[in-house]
């Protein structure tokens, strides 16, 4: 049987807690370690159920991965054995499309499955197919599949019709192998991103701007080996401070890139947390009760919807009424019929919900719909008066590496049973 989380409620968190390596960050790397031939070493890679799944669709196109001494993991991908992502991976997690780029750029064709709806919405992948298409690739789409060939890829000028990251990524993947050079205009300006060419960069490529809305890629014929530290997950950061935030505890996150949570921290700071910043550190002391406020999600630098629902569990406390508007995914709002069934007064209006703050929430049991709703429905609990029981914690364990280890490091009563 699936696993629960089991939380009683009440514990103000306390103390200092390690941050992991980004989920976001180490799923296009590794599907970055396809453009080379030569051994990329990951210094950091997270323990997450997500970087299970790339690496076994590696291993199906041909990656030999190994575990070294101190945590190091070396891809190397010295021969593609495939060219196909299946659907059976694709399905499982969205993110397998992020190999479709690198496989056309270095082997001029590409099998990867549609990855359809998810829990948070459709989600197309068209702008993915539609930059391929401008570098010079083939693109059909056939029984569920995405087909790509190419002889060799062309730089070209793309300007993308909304900002999407994993677009972003597979277009910058692509464009490091193709000849000439490839601009990327309305680019995702995600730290993910910019950690990505950073990686990219050590392999040899020949990448400027990223960060920015404009990514200029001058191609390469190869790319060489590397080495590569994953930069701090920014999700699971404001995820433990909200923790601290929400029973009134004094939590500091360590290891961290502060400036990577500028949206996040304002809102924090708005709706009454008191925050310290260190150069790698973060400290978050509570509120009694937060004050409401208003939220509106948006590409970086703006408020991150990997945020929204555990910023939701917050201001679902608050003394007044928020309205918390989620612009980048249409359905991303399953964690509020969960967060009511704990006595929370939420109700949603379209793309927006209005979260009129409850002074407590009661424990129940709750089903986690996805990986944030997940992190939003623990946090609810950790602040609840009696005991709550998540369900379906595997959506959780996609993305937060033993977030519950870590909240019981802080002096939370959370536990696993079966
Ligand atoms: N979109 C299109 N066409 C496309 C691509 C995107 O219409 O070709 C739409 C999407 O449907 C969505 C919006 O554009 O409405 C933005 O999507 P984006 O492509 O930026 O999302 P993604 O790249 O699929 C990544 C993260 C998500 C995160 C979003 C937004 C990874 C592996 N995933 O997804 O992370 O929510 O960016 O920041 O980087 C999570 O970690 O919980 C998670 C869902």
């Known amino acids: 049987m699936a696993e629960r989380l089991v939380i009683e409620g009440g514990a103000r968190l306390q103390g200092r807690v390690a941050v992991s390596a980004a989920k976001n960050a180490a799923l296009p790397a590794l599907a970055a370690a396809l453009l080379t031939t030569e051994p990329v070493v990951f210094e950091n890679l997270p323990a997450l159920a997500d970087v299970t799944t790339i690496s076994r669709l590696l291993e199906r196109l041909g990656a030999e991965i190994s575990k070294g001494a101190a945590g190091e993991t070396e891809v190397r991908v010295a021969e593609l054995k495939s060219d196909e992502a299946p659907y059976g991976l694709v399905s499982t997690m969205r993110a397998s499309v992020l190999v479709l780029g690198p496989l056309v750029a270095r082997s001029g064709r590409a099998r990867v499955a549609l990855p359809g709806g998810c829990a948070i919405g459709l989600r197309p992948i068209d702008q993915h197919l539609k930059g391929l298409a401008r570098l010079g690739a083939e693109i059909r789409i056939e029984n569920g599949y995405v087909e790509a060939r190419a002889s060799r890829l062309k730089g070209a000028r793309i300007t993308t019709d909304l900002v ?173 019929a969960e967060l009511c069934r704990m006595g929370a007064r939420i109700e949603t209006d379209g793309a927006s919900a209005v979260v009129r703050g409850v002074s407590h929430y009661q424990g129940a049991p709750v089903m986690a719909s996805d990986l944030r709703a997940s992190a939003a429905l623990v946090l609810a609990g950790l602040a609840a008066r009696g005991r709550t029981e998540v369900s379906r914690v595997y959506h959780l364990d996609r993305g937060y590496e033993r977030l519950d280890a870590k909240l019981a490091q802080l002096g939370a009563r959370i536990w696993r049973e079966p």
């Open 164 to 336: 999407t990251v994993t677009g972003t990524e597979n277009l910058l993947m692509a464009a490091t192998l193709a000849e000439g050079t490839t601009v990327i205009e309305n680019a995702a300006r995600e730290p993910e991103v910019v950690d990505l060419a950073v990686l990219l960069q050590s392999l040899g490529a020949r990448v400027e701007g990223a960060g920015t809305e404009r990514i200029e890629i001058d191609g390469v014929p190869e790319l060489g080996g590397g080495r590569h530290r994953v930069i701090p997950d920014r999700i699971e950061t404001g995820t433990l401070l909200t923790a601290g935030a929400i029973t009134g505890g004094d939590v500091t996150v360590t290891g961290v890139v502060p400036r990577h949570l500028s949206a996040v921290l304002g809102k924090l700071e708005e709706a009454g947390v008191a925050l310290e910043m260190g150069e790698a550190t973060i400290r978050a002391r509570g509120p009694e009760r937060p004050r409401a406020t208003d939220v509106i999600t948006q590409p970086f630098p703006g408020f991150p919807t990997d945020m929204q629902a555990q910023v939701m569990s917050l201001l679902g406390r608050a003394d007044g009424t928020s309205r918390i508007t989620e612009t980048i995914f249409e359905n991303r709002f399953m964690h509020v």
